[in-house]
């Protein structure tokens, strides 16, 4: 034989045995083996292909051809040519084959679906295999929790059916990575058109897509933008820039806030998120505290981890944490995304047992602030192919993706489909509305604030914008949330939802005007609680008191007077006396609070100044309130 580079897999068959094995006596079929290793080495694939066929067809006892057109077959992702080449190969049985061709006859069965087979032929690899690469025998084994997985995974399919978003959205180019916002009326996503990575938008006007367009010229650059998480309320752009002049490695995060109906400047998030290695595909919780992304930077679990940094009280963001092996495999793990009900994380993992190559998988937040075991999408949404970039509406119905379908319009598209019921995250509402100024109607600057006031969790805290008064604020159900907006000369604004059903409610759409701080105006303190016949203040108070003491505090000559009252049900005398120690107990907290007692009256009413019938349960509760009225400015 000629002394040619055996340049696939030439190590299979470093015994002396298998030299023999590399070698033809059809002088034909020796002869095109010999030039295709020169197509080889040039990266000719397809010529090098043809000749391997040449030279097998000239001689099938080739064992060698045989692996080697496989091997390229599997290469170009023809895994069904490089099955049948594999097999080809065993069946001429002499010499033995070595275990690694039974390792990749597996890969290529286990990447066209053919999970049993596969299955057995990695087994046959592990147990024949005698070489010193315990990375080829951990990713058989790997492999073969995969294909257990997948042929229970084939039997039980979940629903799937995806529609394509239409030509409003999808174009000859690629699109992909929507993101939406927690009202569902607004769309981002990405798109590369002439290899140029941008931002896109789309609104849902009557139930419809609206034709997308670029997002902003402040963001859209000549450099790569893409991989972006919108904030539920919109107001917030994380993203991945690459290769920017201010980066810190290949490609980093940065964010950019919506003013009015224009986005700022973006700006990199800083060397303490982003690192000298890749940063990117950001997803941020619904309160704004939490940014998830992935990274290969030094200090993970496998190549590319999901890892997560803060936002403390200083609007700094901390050193970014590795989410651990909760979530992240010694494989690769990419594309999470957070819900808005801030409890279920979606993500992309090649290490957790799944159908072949990238599946998608979810994981709940756990009671001790772990997350759960990941679990698998389920088949056929998840394939042997790779399957990434998963987003989920926020009524958690359905999901979006992009793919390569029969039914696309160009290249990649973006669709959506039913989400399996078990994949589903908790159910949430949301609060959206606009601040106006009660006399003027024109739009404030006001600070809109959501508490938890079961886990004292602050679930929103932003600013409307001063241009359109706007605000959007999700709550997950299952718990009652304190509600106020709070603009500086204005008595705040104050609202209680008690979210306990069991299904997604309708959203609350709120018109709210706030009120100068003038003699005579008032308010009702609706998170103000006490016990039934009590007047001792409850913890969940302590929110809307501390709203009540820094009006206060910033309006030093503002005086009022807090008043108690009560529903007409039992004794008057009884009555009058509990809504004025109730009144009292909030003068207290402000006294102690160091609020000049001079500044503070209280007074309890009993029933005598009803706001709503007496007749039903619901004006009972509205009459018994806490509430204060100015009295001087």
Known sequence: ?????????????????????????????????EYAQKSLLSKDYDGAAKLLEDAVAADPSFQFAFVQLADVYKLKRSFEKARLNYLKAIDIQTPPLPARVYYSLGEAELNSGQYADAGKHFSLFKSTYKGKDQE???KAEKYIRNCNFAVIA??????YVPINLGPAINTKDREYLPTLTADGSTLIFSRTVDGNEDFYISRKVNKEWKTAIPLSDKINTRFNEGAQSISPDGMYLFFTGCNRPDGFGSCDLYVSHKNGNHWDAPFNLGAVVNSSSWDSQPAVTPDGNTLYFVSNRPGGIGGYDIWKTTLNSEGEWSKPENLGPDINTIYDENTPFIHPDGKTLYFSSNGWPGMGSMDIFYSRAQSDGKWGKPVNIGYPINTFNEESGLMVSPDGTEGYFSSILKDGLGDMDIYRFKLPEAARPLPITYVKGIVRDKETRGYLEAKVQVVNLKTKETKFNDFTSKDNGEFLAVMPLGSTYAFNAIADGYLFYSENFELNQAKPGQPYVLEIYLEKLKPGANMVLKNIFFDTNKFELLQPSITELTNLLQLLQANTTVSIEIQGHTDNEGNAEANQKLSLQRSKAVYDYLVTNKINPQRLT?????????ISSNDSAAGRQQNRRTSFIITGV
């Open 602 to 610: 209280f007074k309890g009413y009993g029933a005598t100044k009803p």
């Open 136 to 138: 080829m025998v951990l």
């Open 1 to 33: 034989m000629n002394k040619i580079t055996i340049v696939f897999f030439y190590l299979l068959f470093s015994s002396s045995i298998f030299v023999r094995a590399q070698e033809s006596a059809v002088k034909k079929a020796q002869q095109n083996f």
């Open 154 to 159: 084939v039997k039980t399919p979940e629903k």
